[in-house]
């Protein structure tokens, strides 16, 4: 499901847990040189626990985005995709088809996630 999910909330979720991992470090080191026990462990793991699971729940929402989108292609259904150069309105009857989970047009192709049905 990760490869579904957005660049955006991968990578702030990486450095995310970059940084728990330097917190639980850094709070076991110092804890380790003043001989005492640390909590750092038990708290940082929930936390990288809880972002992987929201990192997870972000692709397989969008991999339902895309199956759902590409279902309603083939049923010849009319759908609006939204880009950065404008909105189209792609469907079986317009001449698209289907490539690779993207819908594509001449030497236009636009990714299954960012369409809905129209």
Known sequence: MFEYSNLGVLIMGSVALFFVFLVII?????AQSEKRSTKAPYI?????ILIAIFIYLDGYTTKNTIDENIA???SAKELKCLT???TYLVSKQRGWKLHNGAFMKDSLSLDARYCKEE
């Open 72 to 74: 309603l292609f083939k």
């Open 44 to 48: 940082g793991f929930p936390i990288m």
């Open 84 to 86: 950065f150069g404008g």
């Open 26 to 30: 850094l709070a076991s080191g110092k």
